[in-house]
């Protein structure tokens, strides 16, 4: 079935997002679970000839500190206060071939508690290992948020990671492979999750994703009163008896389009 906007979500819910910087502060990873099967990295390595398995600092490492070296200002941050980090999203921030350059990227971090920094991460196991010296109860300008495309990852990551001292904590499903049950962690631990979010998988060999599961989730999230994120379509959408293909350019707005951004106010405050 051809994208068809009219028949797919033709209404338009406009939630613009500030726009973010990439810092990706070391590139390349390793596949761990059935989400990394079609991952975007090694795709795009794939048409570069790189090999994505071999993690390597890049030379963004420092971009976050960098500062004008002339002009009138000299001295001054190139990203200014209020700037929001997309981090590390060419690798796994805890990936354990980047244990000798993390410290230095925390430092970093630390000294920017100016701006935001949203990482996302696969490996909620290696965090509290990986954690800085200081981290105490959590740097409240440092968002982690855990991925788990299907049910079995979700209950072997968030068990984990929702006990973690991580003051904002979100959870991702993306690529979204099945419906999946969130409601034990979303019971005990509502108050600590900023939002879920669900997305589709992209890339020509992209596995369908069924818009019921991302309603179930929607559902689950409005039950709880946890903000939800609708992020992309993905490639191919299941919606009622049909799939729909969707253009790379247009994943984001349909998703929007669905109209299944929810604040976190609970059923009770509505
Ligand atoms: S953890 Fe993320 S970056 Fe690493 S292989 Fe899997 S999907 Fe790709």
Redesign the pocket.
Known sequence: MPYVQEELFPEETVIRPPHPVSWNCWHG?????P??AH????RRDAEFGRDTSVVRKTQAFRLPVQKFRTGPEKGVYKYPPGTLFYTCF???FF?PDADGWRPEAWRMIRERSDCSFFMVT??PERIAGALPADWGAGYGHVEISC?CENQRMTDKRLPVFLKLPIPRKSVIHEPMLERINLRPYLREYADQICSVSCGGESGPDARICDFAWVLDTHMQCVEFGVPFHFHQTGARLRKGDRVYEIPRELQHEQARKAGLEFTGKSLGDL
């Open positions: 990873c390793t596949r761990i679970s989400g990394c991952c975007y990295v090694f060419t690798s796994d990936h696969k490996r991925t």
